[in-house]
C-alpha cells in the first residue's frame, strides 16, 4: 500500500491562477513528518517545507501555503497566483518514527505542474 | 556553500555491464543517502550511511548493488551486473545528522540509461 499518494499526475494551470496540490499519507506511528520538495528540470529536488505530526497549524510563505489536516491524513500544498517558475515535479514526503534512525523520506509518485503564460 | 557534487551526470552502458556513481556530499554532513527515482515516480532510498556506517540498507537489491564511504566523506554507488529495469536518475542527499526531521539536500543525479 502507498503511504504517501499524490493522486494528481498532472496539473495545467495558465499564470496567476490558484493551484492546490494533494498529498495524502498513511502511517501509525504518532511522531512523524511531512515534507513538500520541488524539483525543478535541472533535476534537484529542493526542500520548500516540514511539519510535524503535533502541529496543525496551516503555514503561509509568500505566495505558498501548507494546510495539514491529521483528520483526513492530508497535507496539501497551494500556490496562490501562480508563475511559469513554479513549473515543476512537486513531492510530498513522509518521515516515520518506527524503523526510522536516520529520517529516510517515503516520497509520493509526484505531481507534475505546468503553468503556461 | 557548495552543494552535492554527483558524477556522471549521465551514462549510458548496456546490459550486464558494471557502472559506478560518485557523490560528495556538503562539507561536514555526516549522513548521507542515495535514492533511486525511476520516470515518473518519486525517489525511493536504496542506502543510507552515518559518517562511514550503513544505517539502513534494507531496499539495497545486494545481489547487484553496492555503496560505500569509506573515509565517511565522499561515496560511490556501484551496479554489477546490470539489468534493464536499473534504468534510472540515481540521487545523492545529506543531512547535518540522523533525526525524523532532518532537511536533506540533493545533488543533480545520474541519469542511467540501461539498453
Known amino acids: 500500500a502507498q503511504k504517501v499518494t499524490q493522486a494528481q499526475t498532472e496539473i495545467s494551470v495558465v499564470e496567476k491562477e490558484d493551484v492546490t496540490l494533494d498529498c495524502v499519507y498513511e502511517?501509525?506511528?504518532?511522531?512523524?513528518?511531512l515534507f513538500w520538495y520541488k524539483q525543478p528540470p535541472s533535476g534537484e529536488l529542493v526542500f520548500l517545507i516540514r511539519?510535524?505530526?503535533?502541529?496543525?497549524q496551516n503555514e503561509i510563505s509568500g505566495r505558498y501555503s501548507w494546510n495539514f489536516q491529521k483528520s483526513t491524513s492530508s497535507f496539501n500544498f497551494t500556490i496562490t497566483a501562480s508563475q511559469v517558475v513554479d513549473s515543476a515535479v512537486y513531492f510530498c514526503?513522509?518521515?516515520?518514527?518506527?524503523?526510522?534512525?536516520?529520517?529516510?523520506?517515503?516520497f509520493g509518485q509526484g505531481t507534475e505542474l505546468s503553468v503556461k503564460p | 556553500e557548495a552543494g552535492v557534487a554527483q558524477s556522471p551526470r549521465y551514462k549510458i552502458i548496456e546490459k550486464r555491464q558494471s557502472v559506478a556513481f560518485w557523490c560528495n556530499p556538503i562539507?561536514?554532513?555526516?549522513?548521507l543517502y542515495w535514492y533511486q527515482q525511476i520516470l515518473g515516480q518519486g525517489p525511493k532510498l536504496l542506502i543510507q550511511?552515518?559518517?562511514?556506517?550503513?544505517?539502513?540498507d534494507s531496499q539495497l537489491p545486494k545481489d547487484r548493488f553496492s555503496a560505500e564511504r569509506l573515509k565517511g566523506v565522499d561515496s560511490t554507488l556501484k551496479i554489477q551486473p546490470a539489468k534493464l529495469e536499473d534504468s534510472a536518475v540515481y540521487l545523492c542527499?545529506?543531512?547535518?545528522?540522523?533525526?525524523?526531521?532532518?532537511?536533506?539536500?540533493f545533488g543533480p543525479g545520474t541519469r542511467l540509461t540501461v539498453l
Open positions: 542527499a545529506s543531512s547535518t545528522r540522523l533525526a525524523l526531521n532532518n532537511e536533506q539536500f
Open positions: 502511517t501509525r506511528d504518532t511522531t512523524y513528518y
Open positions: 511539519r510535524n505530526s503535533f502541529d496543525e
Open positions: 514526503a513522509l518521515s516515520e518514527e518506527r524503523n526510522n534512525q536516520g529520517g529516510k523520506l517515503i
Open positions: 562539507s561536514g554532513h555526516a549522513t
Open positions: 550511511f552515518q559518517n562511514n556506517g550503513v544505517v539502513d
